[in-house]
């Protein structure tokens, strides 16, 4: 039996098999499928303290995985498909098969990108419809893309595609970016960028073809439809909670996120820690400082249980 497993490999996750290795509580971390997670989608972390110049997401997430190692952590590749929380020993099974018994948990799952819904998006996910700039981007050298929402990361997505696109529409459902002034500013000053003001993507174009040749989009204001030809669409429309696997078990809100006082769950000795229960500011240093409190706080769980 385990003593302590950490599920996910995030700022959080990272942080707290840091804190739970230097404190010898030999702890496991479930790897997940996108090891690192959303920061790896990340080119520039500027606001990460202790990195003055700003620093590549894979780069941090490699040296925050270095040093957990350092420490002893050990790591395991696989999803979490189900678990049994409310079991004494707690246990998670993976999608191999394999099931895991541990005396305490900590969640760090993180959240995943939202997409539309709108089937034809959803058929050229892979195909010109994308969740992820970073990853994507440079497949659209000089071609016009656009991007959906109107938040920082829909902001940071537009300025990082114009060092591709040969022009970046931004669409957004209302007259006013979510986003932080900052961004706004610079994405409002930048030539290769045009924001399209209170609107919806109706369809992407062209299903048949099975690339991506345009959009329809709609006023929400006058109702009237356009076209708009891009050849690439990035939907940055916000995030999901991963709590698929404990749902039932653990008190979550509307949208899913878990339930926590100072990283404990409604279970005793199942944490969470980072996005998957902040909804919040959701930003790595505040899901490396979860992960540290998740970590101190199994650790006074298990010394208890001794
Ligand atoms: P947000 O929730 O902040 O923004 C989502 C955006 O998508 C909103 O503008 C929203 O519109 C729009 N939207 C949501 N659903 C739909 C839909 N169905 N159709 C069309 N538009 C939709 O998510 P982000 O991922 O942008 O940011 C998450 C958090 O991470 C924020 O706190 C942000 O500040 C932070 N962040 C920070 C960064 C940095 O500091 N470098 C970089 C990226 C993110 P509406 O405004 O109308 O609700």
Redesign the pocket.
Known sequence: MENLVIIGTGPAGYTAAIYAARANLNPLVIEGFQPGGQLIT?TD???FPGFPEGIDGTALTTQMRQQAERFGTRFKEGEVVSSCLTCLPHSITLSDGETIETKAIIIATGAS??Y??IESEQKLIGRGVSGCATCDGAFYKGVPVAV?????????DALFLTHFASKVSV????D?????KI?ADRVMAHSKIEVVWDS??EEVMDVSKNEVTGLKIRNVKNDEVSELAVTGLFV????KPNTQPFKGQLDMDHAGYLITKNTRTNVDGVFAAGDVQDS????AITAAGSGCMASLEAERYLASME
Not at 171 to 174: C, T
Not at 236 to 239: P, T
Not at 280 to 283: H, N, V
């Open positions: 990340t972390v500027e606001n990108a939202q539309l819904g959906v929402g109107g938040g920082d990361t829909a902001l940071e669409i957004h459902r209302r006013q970016f979510r986003a932080s961004m919806v993507v940055a429309i916000g995030h919040i500011y959701r930003q």
